[in-house]
């Protein structure tokens, strides 16, 4: 990745720049809000359940079930924002998502709740949890029309999702402490449902939904969008799910790493380091004007953290682990930011919230192939190998995804002129 000289420092646009932008800081903050209920939902739920049932495995069930359907369902749901605009799709989508975590919590509150039923509402939540990190990165796109700023306001939104899912778990403990299990699942509720009304009803939301005009005769006709017809954004989309399936594979592998060494308490450590690098790494990249283009970009991060994962894999002592994984964690806020870059620049305005949950979608749908696969060969292999097979899935998609593209320009999505980036 190439960066510019430092003779322009002074038109490299800053975070402040960013939040003082009209109508963002509102936004932003509105969304945080309810976004930090995902942080905290998944560790609640399974602590909840498994209190009301004392069971471990209806406890994962339940949170494997909400996960899935909330993953899987996701391009649907945004493809709905898309159609009718956030306004008229978000409020009743939160309030039933609100309404089944509060039943849930009900339900768990006291001991001897059936398993099935818990399922059931779990699978209910998922469906209908609400895109509010779609929603948000579809509104900085229209909040920020310069590229270079919207790269650091993709950029600060990254860095401050990371910092959510390190919060989250945090403010459960401190709930569970004092009370129960269930009341940290009924906050997450009241948490999202609170951040969504602000966020619908703030400025930056549009009032009137536009509706997009004729499409092209050779255009997709349908509001839903399909990765096929899309090469640019299917590539990144195979990239984010290889770096989804890396980062799966490192929890469980850290966990056996420090087991074998009889320091499993310090597990926290090392997922601390790769949170604490993503942060780093997401700040220095949106402050860095870069020459080279998304697409470059996307296939050296992502190599990068691969590169770093196969070492880590043969660190003799637990420090260097964290330093390693600290180093992979660099690349990993720069390869999410740019492929939300991507996929924005591949659709047309319409189907923006779409694109970019399909990168969501496949993220953490890699992420939760990446801890099933590996746990198959955890205890099988060497550990180091371990580490070299789970990183190789990033690897070689960059490598495929860094191939000469096609002289062939897709019709309809280049209507926003060349992928910037330079």
């Not at 945004?78 to 008229?88: C, E, K, Q, T």
């Not at 619908?200 to 009137?208: D, F, G, N, T």
């Not at 880590?312 to 690349?331: I, K």
């Not at 919230?353 to 992420?367: C, E, I, L």
């Amino acid at each position: 990745m190439l960066a510019s000289s430092s003779s322009t420092p002074s038109r490299t646009p800053s975070y402040a720049t960013v939040l003082r932008t009209p109508r963002a800081a509102r936004a932003f903050g509105a969304a945080l809000l309810g976004r930090l209920s995902y942080g905290m939902v998944p560790l609640a739920m399974l602590l909840a359940v498994r209190d009301a049932t004392g069971s471990y495995s209806a406890a994962g069930a339940a949170t494997a079930l909400f996960g899935a359907a909330s993953v899987f369902l996701s391009p649907a749901r945004a493809a709905l924002i898309d159609r009718f605009g956030p306004r008229r799709v978000l409020p009743p989508m939160t309030g039933l998502y609100a309404a089944v975590l509060a039943v849930l919590a009900l339900a768990t509150w006291r001991p001897g709740a059936p398993p099935f039923a818990l399922g059931v509402l779990a699978v209910a939540a998922g469906v209908v949890t609400p895109p509010l990190g779609p929603v948000m990165r579809t509104l900085w796109s229209a909040l920020v029309p310069d590229r270079e700023l919207l790269r650091r306001a993709y950029s600060l939104d990254g860095v401050a999702e990371e910092l959510l899912y390190v919060t989250g778990p945090l403010l459960v403990g401190l709930i569970v402490r004092t009370g129960r299990p269930a009341a940290a699942v009924l906050a997450g509720a009241l948490l999202v449902f609170t951040g969504t009304l602000a966020l619908v009803s703030s400025p930056a939301v549009p009032r009137e939904h536009a509706r997009p005009g004729p499409a092209p005769a050779d255009a997709p006709a349908a509001h839903r969008l399909r990765l096929h017809g899309i090469p640019e954004l299917r590539r990144t989309v195979l990239v984010t799910a290889a770096v989804g399936i890396c980062l799966g594979a490192l929890d469980l592998l850290v966990v056996a790493f420090t087991e074998q060494r009889g320091q499993a308490a310090a597990v926290s450590w090392v997922l601390a380091a790769l949170s604490a690098g993503s942060a780093v790494g997401g700040l220095a990249y949106g402050a860095v004007r870069w020459k080279s283009t998304n697409r470059t970009r996307l296939v050296a991060a992502a190599a990068g953290m691969s590169a770093a994962l196969t070492v880590a894999g043969l660190s003799p002592r637990l420090y260097v682990l964290v330093a390693v994984v600290a180093v992979a964690g660099l690349f990993v806020a720069p390869v999410l930011t740019t492929a939300y870059l991507i996929a924005d620049e591949s659709v047309d305005p319409a189907r923006r919230t779409q694109a970019g949950a399909w990168v969501n979608t496949a993220f953490n749908a890699g992420a939760s192939g990446g801890t099933a696969a590996v746990g198959l060969l955890v205890g099988r292999l060497p550990l180091a190998l371990c580490f070299a097979l789970a990183a190789a899935p990033a690897l070689l998609c960059a490598a495929a995804s860094a191939r000469p593209r096609s002289r062939r320009t897709e019709t309809g999505v280049r209507g926003r002129g060349r992928v910037s980036g330079a």
